[in-house]
């Protein structure tokens, strides 16, 4: 079955620092999406970034980029340049082909903690 | 656009007890979705729209009933809530199963 990891509870970055927050993937299927969402304090789930499997370059928008590499089933979060506004928890999610359907699958999350 | 929205925001019911949890999307997007947030648990698909008037199950369906009359709008039931149904509660509506599904803001339900 379909399976997303994200291996740290919580990571702790620095203002204006770099950070990378992990995503493993488990799938059998060669055409799938990799999506990160952010939620902060107030719980709303706002979309960050996609990355299609076919898709050859990384994706970035703005201070978020995923490091996607296929071969390793891996789709890493970098979010360059940290703010304190930052601070939330971060979902991995995959879509996953379902009879037709596809559903989208969360990994546990990542908290994020940038400090001044 | 309003985007995505649910109400209510926050409730409490005691056990047996039923409530309808009502979103809305103003999107024109073809799939709802509901979910429920555990802790340390990621987000689980409980039932799932791909137009008006269908419904199907996802991951938990246990519980909960769903009905979607309207393309904007999409209901989640609880007939009889349960303790274990303590939970938040989020829909999402996207164009098509593989594009990116947009949240709501959630409903913190607690059941006694």
């Known amino acids: 079955a379909q399976k997303i990891t994200q291996t740290q509870p919580g990571m702790f970055v620095q203002e204006k620092e770099a950070v990378t927050l992990d995503c493993t993937y488990d799938?059998?299927?060669?055409?799938?999406?990799l999506f990160w969402y952010k939620q902060p304090s107030s719980g709303e789930m706002i979309f960050l970034i996609y990355?299609?499997?076919?898709?050859?370059q990384n994706a970035t928008e703005g201070r978020y980029s995923l490091n996607f590499q296929k071969a390793r089933k891996s789709a890493n979060l970098v979010i360059s340049a940290s703010q304190l506004g930052d601070s939330a928890m971060y979902f991995c999610a995959m879509i996953q082909p379902d009879t037709g359907f596809q559903k989208l699958v969360f990994g546990t999350g990542t908290r994020l903690l940038v400090s001044p | 656009n309003a985007g995505v929205t649910q109400t209510p925001k926050f409730r409490v019911l005691k056990t047996g007890q039923s409530m309808t949890l009502l979103c809305a999307q103003d999107?024109?997007?073809?799939?709802m979705y509901w979910y429920r947030q555990d802790p340390g648990m990621g987000l689980r698909l409980i039932h799932y729209?791909?137009?008006?008037?269908?419904?199907a199950k996802g991951e938990v369906p246990d519980g909960y009933n769903v009905s979607r009359l309207k393309k904007q709008n999409f209901l989640l039931g609880l007939e009889s809530a349960a303790p274990s149904q303590t939970s938040v509660y989020f829909c999402?509506?996207?164009?098509?199963?593989?594009?990116?599904?947009?949240f709501g803001p959630g409903t913190r339900l607690t059941v006694l």
């Open positions: 990355q299609g499997s076919y898709d050859e």
């Open positions: 999107m024109n997007h073809e799939y």
């Open positions: 729209s791909v137009g008006e008037g269908t419904t």
């Open positions: 799938t059998s299927d060669q055409s799938y999406g």
């Open positions: 999402a509506s996207s164009y098509g199963t593989s594009h990116t599904q947009y």
